[in-house]
C-alpha cells in the first residue's frame, strides 16, 4: 500500500495534478469469472482467471475513458503503462 502511495505522489510530482482519479476494485462474482469456474471451484482458489478477467475490465474501463469519451475528452492521461 505504502508503494503504491509513493508511486502516485511520484507521478503526480512529475505530471501535476490529475483532475479525475479512479479505484477500480475486483469483484468475483462477476460472470466472466463464474462460468468459467467448475462445479466444484470458487473463484478465490482461481486467482489466474480473477487476474485476467480484472485486467480485461480494467483494459475496457481505461478505453471508455480514454479512447471513447465516456465523460469528456481525454486531453492528457498520465498512465505510466499502456494498456
Not at 478465490?44 to 478477467?53: E, G, I, K, P, T
Amino acid at each position: 500500500m505504502m508503494q503504491a502511495y509513493q508511486d502516485v505522489m511520484a507521478i503526480l510530482q512529475s505530471k501535476g495534478i490529475s483532475d479525475v482519479f479512479f479505484t477500480f476494485t475486483c469483484n468475483l462474482n462477476w460472470q466472466e469469472i463464474i462460468v468459467e469456474l467448475e462445479l466444484d471451484q470458487i473463484a478465490f482458489n482461481c486467482l489466474d482467471l480473477v487476474a485476467r478477467v480484472f485486467q480485461m475490465k480494467v483494459k475496457a474501463l481505461l478505453k471508455g475513458v480514454t479512447k471513447i469519451g465516456w465523460f469528456t475528452k481525454v486531453i492528457r492521461n498520465n498512465l505510466t503503462k499502456e494498456y
